[in-house]
């Protein structure tokens, strides 16, 4: 669980729900807030797609906001995650990419990265990189 301000709270379910209302080609299980509603052994990342034919895990995302996006979480939460089954994406504010791929770089973490914004209509835009 990532040591995020309360006020990024909201903001970082929002994009869970954002994402997983978006990846309609898998099974999505999401882990809103505190709620433990999927795990890989004794993990809950924020959201878990498997395969629709072989139930298989495929990718495996977790959602961090600018304040948590640190050292921390890259040396606890991360690499606990990017050792997972499937494909492990972080998805971060668009500013803060830089500083994610630093610490993945620092840790020795293998992520994709995914990036968000609000848009002028208050909707939240995903960008996953290939």
């Given at each position: ?29 999401s882990n809103p807030g505190q709620q433990k509603n999927a795990y890989i052994g004794n993990a809950y990342p924020d ?84």
């Amino acid at each position: 669980m990532a040591n995020r301000n309360y006020l990024s709270q909201p903001l970082h379910d929002r994009v869970i729900q954002a994402a997983a209302a978006n990846l309609g080609n898998w099974i999505v299980y999401s882990n809103p807030g505190q709620q433990k509603n999927a795990y890989i052994g004794n993990a809950y990342p924020d959201i878990i797609l498997t395969n629709r034919v072989t139930n298989n895990i495929e990718f495996v995302i977790e959602v961090e906001t600018s304040d948590s996006v640190t050292a921390h979480e890259a040396y606890g939460q991360w690499r606990q995650y990017a050792n997972l089954p499937g494909t492990f994406y972080l998805l971060v504010p668009r500013e803060s990419r830089q500083n994610a791929a630093f610490f993945c770089n620092q840790y020795g973490i293998q992520a994709k990265f995914g990036t968000y914004w609000i848009d002028r209509y208050n909707q939240i835009q995903i960008h996953y990189e290939s």
